[in-house]
């Protein structure tokens, strides 16, 4: 059986099923169905304060510059 005919007869399963073959079935499946990573608290915020500062415009700078930005702090006293 191909998984397209599997996943079919799971689609039509589902569809006719009583409520608590449906729960039992997400009991089982519950842990597979969302990421398998998360992100810290910290990190995400600052991910959404960087995304936010750069919708407002904030300015960027290529991979490049970062690099000679870097570069220059290292050489400083």
Not at 7 to 26: F, G, M, P, V
Not at 41 to 67: C, F, I, N, P, Q
Request: net charge negative; glycine share 2%; charged share 30%.
């Amino acid at each position: 059986m191909t998984n397209a005919a599997i996943r079919q007869q799971l689609h039509e399963y589902i569809d006719i099923t009583d409520d608590k073959k449906i729960e039992a079935l997400y009991t089982l499946l519950q842990n597979d169905m969302g990421p398998s990573y998360s992100i810290p608290a910290d990190e995400l915020h600052m991910l959404h304060e960087r995304a936010e500062k750069y919708l407002k415009g904030s300015s960027t700078l290529t991979v490049e510059e970062s690099h000679n930005k870097i570069r220059q702090q290292r050489k400083k006293p």
